[in-house]
């Protein structure tokens, strides 16, 4: 990434992009380039490169009237300027040359880039407008259609969320917030009411023997010779319960 300012950079484009012959500024030139001071700079200036073919020098009034000063103006042509850049030997010489030339490249390549060809009649016009909507056109339904494939796939996406967040079996709790559709209890009530777990909120036997469940039992600390029943869901469960939901017309959060 270049490290010239701002100012220099829209600078030098205005230079690349400019038709006159002599198009930089010495006194811009010399500091940009990095050197010591503007007398070494036009020392090396005067030295290697040829007055009125390479630069210019011309002359302006800084003050009026019988002792008026005369400042001295020095353009070059976009040609000395890099060989100036060159002959500098300094870091931001070799920059602003490198930055220059990349600028001269780009022009370059949009110059040559081919240019739409106007039509030569109204009825020419005419077929490049009716071309041009139905261009339109066919790209907007284009991206409609690939909306509407993105909001299918949503769906599917949550549930490989949430099937891939759990990698092994996982209580009712922490599928309620997995899915994030709604708390364990509700989601009980609706796995009961879907005569998928009976009232202790223990599976049928049918959707564990299909792999959607396991129930694990441990004892009581409270009650001796009683047990405690918790019921897991299985990666496979958690997808089998996600279908169910939306079967049922839940909306299941969109996959981040």
Request: aromatic share 8%; proline share 3%; with cysteine.
């Amino acid at each position: 990434m270049s490290q010239l300012t701002v100012q220099v950079q829209q600078a030098i484009k205005s230079i690349v992009e400019s038709d006159q012959e002599f198009t930089v500024s010495f006194d811009d030139a010399w500091q940009w380039l990095g050197y010591f001071d503007k007398a070494t700079a036009k020392r090396s200036l005067v030295s290697n490169f040829e007055c009125d073919v390479d630069f210019s020098i011309s002359a302006e009034a800084t003050t009026t009237g019988i002792s008026a000063n005369r400042r001295q103006i020095i353009t070059l042509t976009n040609d000395c300027f890099k060989q100036l850049a060159m002959l500098a030997g300094t870091a931001k010489g070799k920059e602003v040359r490198r930055y220059f030339l990349d600028c001269e490249k780009e022009l370059k390549a949009i110059k040559q880039a081919p240019q739409p060809q106007l039509p030569a009649n109204y009825l020419d016009a005419l077929k490049a407008l009716v071309a041009s909507e139905e261009e339109k056109q066919q790209l907007t339904l284009q991206a409609a259609v690939a909306e509407e494939k993105v909001q299918e796939l949503l769906p599917q996406a949550a549930i490989y969320q949430a099937v891939s967040a759990a990698k092994s079996n996982v209580s009712m709790g922490d599928v309620a917030k997995v899915i994030g559709v709604m708390g364990r209890n509700h989601l009980f009530e609706f796995l009961r009411g879907e005569m998928i777990l009976q009232r202790d909120n223990t599976p049928y036997q049918q959707f564990i023997t299909a792999g959607y469940f396991t129930v694990v039992i441990t004892p009581s600390k409270h009650q001796m010779f009683t047990n405690h029943t918790t019921t897991l869901a299985t990666p496979k469960g958690i997808e089998f319960i996600i279908k169910r939901l939306q079967k049922a017309g839940y909306s299941l959060p969109q996959a981040a």
